[in-house]
T-cell receptor, first 113, second 109 residues
Framework: NAGVMQNPRHLVRRRGQEARLRCSPM?????VYWYRQLPEEGLKFMVY????????ESGMPKERFSAEFPKEGPSILRIQQVVRGDSAAYFC???????????FGQGTRLTVV | GQQVMQIPQYQHVQEGEDFTTYCNSS?????IQWYKQRPGGHPVFLIQ?????EVKKQKRLTFQFGEAKKNSSLHITATQTTDVGTYFC?????????FGAGTTVTVRA
C-alpha cells in the first residue's frame, strides 16, 4: 500500500558495513512489523513494535540486528557488520489499533557484496 | 509460540482448474487474514475472517475460517494467469500477526 513508505528501495552494502532500513507507517498506525523474505521463500517474522516499545523481537537474530520505533520519526531496522547471508527483501507492515489488516511497504532489497 | 503452517508450498495449476490452499494454526486465532504477493511485489491484503465457520467470497476466491478458529482455506475456481503469485495466510493472536510460509501458485496456459 502506497501509505507505508520504505526507503531505500534498494540498498547495496559491502560486507562489514551497516545497513539502515526505514519504514514510515500509515498515518495513525502505531504498530509496525518487520519481516525478512529470501528469494522464493515466505515472510519470516523479525520484530513487532509499537511506538517506543519492542513488543516481540523473537524473530530477530541476537547479534547485529536491532530495531526501534521512536515517538517521532520512522521505524528503523539496523543491521551492523552485514554479511552476504543478510541479502534479502525486508518488508515492514503497519497496523492500526485493534488488530486490523496490515499494510505493507514495497520493501527494501538489501544486497551485500 | 504461535505457528502458522500452510500447505501446499507450491501449486502448479492448469488454467481453468480449481485448487485449494490450507492454513493451520497451533493456537486459536482472533482472526485470519489472507494476502497475495505478486512476483517482485509486496503482500497485499485480500480479506479478513473473524467469526467461527465464516465463509467469504471474492469473485472466484472463496475463503473459509474453521469452526475452531484454528484453520482456514482459500479455494480458487477456474484459475487464470492473473492468479499467479504467492498467497499467505496470517493469524492474529494477542495482536501479533504471524504469517504462514505461503503457497506459490503457477499457472499453465
Amino acid at each position: 500500500n502506497a501509505g507505508v513508505m520504505q526507503n531505500p528501495r534498494h540498498l547495496v552494502r559491502r560486507r562489514g558495513q551497516e545497513a539502515r532500513l526505514r519504514c514510515s507507517p500509515m498515518k495513525g498506525h502505531s504498530h509496525v512489523y518487520w519481516y525478512r523474505q529470501l528469494p522464493e521463500e515466505g515472510l519470516k517474522f523479525m520484530v513487532y513494535l509499537q511506538k517506543e516499545n519492542i513488543i516481540d523481537e523473537s524473530g530477530m537474530p541476537k547479534e547485529r540486528f536491532s530495531a526501534e520505533f521512536p515517538k517521532e520519526g520512522p521505524s528503523i531496522l539496523r543491521i551492523q557488520q552485514v554479511v552476504r547471508g543478510d541479502s534479502a527483501a525486508y518488508f515492514c507492515a503497519s497496523q492500526g489499533q485493534g488488530g486490523t489488516e496490515a499494510f505493507f511497504g514495497q520493501g527494501t532489497r538489501l544486497t551485500v557484496v | 509460540g504461535q505457528q502458522v503452517m500452510q500447505i501446499p508450498q507450491y501449486q502448479h495449476v492448469q488454467e481453468g482448474e480449481d485448487f485449494t490452499t490450507y492454513c493451520n494454526s497451533s493456537t486459536t486465532l482472533s482472526n485470519i487474514q489472507w494476502y497475495k504477493q505478486r512476483p517482485g511485489g509486496h503482500p497485499v491484503f485480500l480479506i479478513q475472517l473473524v467469526k467461527s465457520g465464516e465463509v467469504k467470497k471474492q469473485k472466484r476466491l472463496t475463503f473459509q475460517f474453521g469452526e475452531a478458529k484454528k484453520n482456514s482455506s482459500l479455494h480458487i475456481t477456474a484459475t487464470q494467469t492473473t492468479d499467479v503469485g504467492t498467497y499467505f495466510c496470517a493469524g492474529l493472536n494477542d495482536y501479533k500477526l504471524s504469517f504462514g510460509a505461503g503457497t506459490t501458485v503457477t499457472v499453465r496456459a
